[in-house]
């Protein structure tokens, strides 16, 4: 059984977390206007605001989640990093303290973002709302551990930025936030099956309840897909947090 030895690094660098961002409110105004632009500019020329809701919702939250493990590279050069590895507390404690500060941190700029949901049709009731904040919770949670497991063998920022970059903006546009599925064609099509953020954002839309193409996953489908990617991203983080030794950073 888990007892304060665990729990404690964990409520700490959550803590920790959230202090940071408390320091650093214009990242508010980056992860959240810059998606908020780019949903007003392409909704307002396709007039259809509602249907790309959901895939900006998606990318405030995911660019949010990703960015804010960036802030282990700084950690690294800080020395504050190697000061968590020599301590007494399981790595798993600090992957968790740290994948759940950044994720609580990009759940709370996705529901600023969504209180924008009624110019986009979108009625916010308490049902609504209390299941958009579940799923939107469980997205942040699985791309906070992808960047946590990128981030951790990450010496640059720069070279984060850039891989992040490389790899996940290409996967959001073909999820089904710019063109549903049963608009796409060949490879394409293809390409969406196999990306698991057609499901997360997928499950965003269906308890939105915007408009819902044929060939989008059901909703029990999509939510199993993120928590299984979200167990495989947890795992992987710990391995490789578990891997480096406290010399290597030093």
Not at 48 to 66: E, Q
Not at 158 to 178: C, E, R
Not at 180 to 187: I, L, T
Request: with cysteine.
């Amino acid at each position: 059984m888990l007892g304060k030895s665990f729990w404690l690094p964990v409520a700490t660098l959550w803590q920790r977390e959230l202090v940071r961002f408390w320091r650093e409110k214009a990242r508010v105004l980056g992860f959240v206007g810059s998606p908020l632009i780019f949903w007003l500019v392409i909704g307002s020329g396709f007039g259809n605001l509602g249907f790309f809701f959901p895939g900006a919702l998606t990318l405030t939250v995911m660019f949010s989640a990703v960015f804010s493990t960036m802030s282990l590279i700084e950690d690294r050069r800080e020395g504050f990093l190697l000061s968590m590895l020599v301590s007494p507390a399981p790595r798993s404690s600090m992957v968790l303290g740290k994948t759940l500060g950044s994720a609580t941190l990009a759940w709370i700029q996705g529901m600023i973002f969504l209180a924008f949901g009624p110019l986009a049709g979108v009625r916010l009731s308490f049902d609504v709302l209390w299941r958009s904040a579940a799923v939107m919770f469980l997205i942040a949670m699985t791309f906070t551990l992808l960047g946590f497991a990128l981030a951790w063998r990450m010496d640059s920022s720069q070279g984060f930025h850039a891989i992040i970059n490389l790899l996940l903006l290409p996967l959001w546009m073909v999820s089904g936030s710019l063109f549903s599925m049963a608009n796409a064609h060949g490879w394409i099509r293809v390409v969406m099956v196999l990306n698991p953020m057609t499901y997360a954002l997928a499950a965003l839309r269906r308890v939105l309840g915007t408009q819902v193409s044929s060939g989008t996953p059901e909703l029990g489908v999509s939510l199993t897909v993120t928590a299984v990617c979200a167990v495989v991203f947890l795992t992987v983080s710990a391995l490789v947090a578990g891997q480096k030794t406290a010399r290597n950073f030093a």
